[in-house]
């Protein structure tokens, strides 16, 4: 009962399904935060103390290991504040300067769409098919119509669950110049990342998805692009050498990693990774909850569902027909059911289907089918109770 | 009655239901039992921000007192904001300045008192004291 491995479910009794948003965490990522902090708390790169060797050596084994779980080199790897400083990052220090153009999604959660139109990039917006799904075809012959763009697109819809296709995505893309970031927010506590088998030239991640601590996250690059890379900030700790007249920087990727880094965080991130990795069975768990999640859910008077495609992973969203989303949400949490409501932040698909929200259901491997039960009984209540 | 009186009433009257269900099926029917609120003030003009669903908040003055009427689309809200005007309504601009709004603690009704970015019962409270100032500086 892999419960019992997260102290939060321990001091309450409440059914978490917003998973999507951020996860609880096991006890062991937060020893290893509280290990740092009462044993050798200490800045990194800097000095030659024990201490700050110490705390060095975690630091960068912790990259190494987040590398390692996603199949990237060491070098490769960025430590950021999470996926939304990752796009950040990636809009201000390459695409502003090398794109006209970045082709997307409908389905973009906003942190995959405004730091690209902070940066006065023109967006070219896939569309998608009556299940939420990118149909190969119309996304090829976009691309084809603007070659050498720049692509970003989610690996999972946080709002639907959308898994989409993509290493397909990427090949076509390759094949007319483009270059691709993957925001795997919400993939990486949900399917297994390889980078290289991917090909794919970016891609960013968020520890707290994944049962890590929040404020760190990462950005995946191939090294050759991150080398013609410029620094998103300056500080310490990034630089070769500095005058009032010129000043020369580090290599990928201390480059981009500017004053002190979130050091306890990176080091709860690996431990949340190694607690990961170690899980059985996780994609079968994930597919048993989303699967009896939609079958107890279809048989709710008024159910409204907005996808019926297989390809959907993590989370599932719907209304209940003339009911508001709000009211459905505050009395599930009345009943201790932690459930999100309201558009996800991704306003453009919410207009494109004409809805003001939707109460979605997220899933980590914590959750039981008891949860599921327990919620449609909560559901149940609330409908009654509101019609 | 005063302010302050009208939020021990509300206070008292929740205080009557040892169950959150049956509290949350009161505000609801408050909800529902909301006045209509004429068409014209359904727009951006009069829309409260940061909302999980859509309020709109109609103020005016009148004989030098402030009246609030409100429409929301989702039947909690429209429950609290029913709260909100009992509380509020017919009473002038520097009494409602003077009421600290800590004292709706006392209602234990996590919608109004948390103050998050996306809440919009808070920014509801924040235009009907928005209003309140405008009036006294008109003066």
């Given at each position: 009962m892999h419960k019992d491995d997260f102290p939060f479910f321990q001091y309450q009794d409440i059914i978490y399904l917003d998973n999507a948003a951020t996860t609880q965490k096991p006890q062991h990522v937060l020893e290893v935060m509280n290990e740092y902090y009462t044993r050798y708390c200490a800045n990194t790169h800097?000095?030659?103390h024990d201490l700050g060797n110490k705390a060095t050596q975690e630091y960068e084994d912790a990259r190494r290991c987040v590398a390692e779980f996603i199949g990237?080199?060491?070098?490769?790897l960025v430590f950021t504040k999470g996926t939304t400083e990752s796009i950040n990052l990636l809009a201000s220090s390459y695409v502003k300067d090398n794109f006209d153009t970045v082709i997307l999604s409908e389905l973009e959660h906003h942190s995959n769409i405004l730091p690209w139109q902070l940066k006065d990039l023109h967006l070219e917006v896939i569309s998608l098919d009556n299940n939420l799904n990118i149909d190969l075809n119309v996304y090829e012959s976009l691309v084809q119509k603007h070659p050498k763009s720049f692509i970003a697109i989610t690996h999972?819809?946080?709002?639907?669950g959308i898994l989409n296709p993509v290493k397909e995505l990427i090949k076509i893309a390759h094949k007319y110049a483009c270059t691709v970031m993957i925001d795997g927010a919400q993939a990486l506590a949900h399917v297994n990342i390889d980078v290289k088998e991917l090909d794919v030239d970016f891609y960013a991640v968020s520890a707290h998805k994944a049962y890590g601590p929040t404020g760190i996250g990462a950005l995946y690059g191939k090294y050759e692009l991150l080398q013609k890379m410029n620094p998103y900030q300056g500080g310490g700790s990034m630089i070769d050498d500095v005058s009032f007249e010129y000043s020369t920087f580090l290599n990928p990727p201390f480059r981009?990693?500017?004053?002190?880094?979130a050091i306890a965080e990176a080091i709860g991130f690996k431990a949340a990774l190694l607690y990961l990795k170690n899980i059985q069975g996780l994609q079968k768990h994930d597919e048993a909850m989303l699967t009896y999640a939609k079958q107890r859910l279809q048989r709710l008077e008024g159910v409204e569902l907005y996808t019926q495609a297989d390809n959907v992973c993590g989370n599932i969203s719907f209304n209940i027909k003339g009911l508001h989303h709000d009211d459905i949400g505050i009395l599930l949490s009345k009943q201790n059911i932690m459930v999100r409501t309201g558009h996800h932040c991704t306003l453009p698909i919410m207009k494109k289907l004409g809805l003001e929200g939707t109460v979605r259901l997220s899933f980590a491997l914590y959750n039981t089918q008891e949860d599921i039960d327990k919620t449609i009984q909560g559901l149940q209540k609330a409908v009654g109770m509101l019609r | 009655m005063s302010i302050h009186e009208e939020i021990n009433l509300i206070h008292d009257e929740l205080a009557l239901f040892d169950d959150v269900m049956d509290k949350y099926e009161y505000i609801i029917e408050l909800g529902g039992e909301l006045l209509p609120l004429d068409e014209q003030y359904k727009t951006s003009v009069y829309k409260v921000q940061g909302c999980q669903s859509q309020i709109w908040l109609h103020p005016y003055e009148k004989e030098g007192k402030l009246y609030f009427e409100a429409d929301g689309d989702a039947l909690i809200a429209k429950g609290l904001v029913d709260i909100l005007i009992r509380i509020y309504s017919g009473h002038t601009a520097e009494e409602i300045l003077e009421t600290d709004t800590s004292q709706l603690k006392s209602l234990h009704l996590s919608e109004i008192i948390s103050s998050g970015r996306q809440n919009g019962i808070a920014s509801m409270l924040k235009k009907i004291y928005d209003f309140a100032k405008k009036v006294k500086n008109a003066r």
């Open positions: 800097r000095g030659s990237a080199d060491t070098n490769e999972i819809s946080n709002s639907f981009f990693e500017a004053g002190t880094q | -």
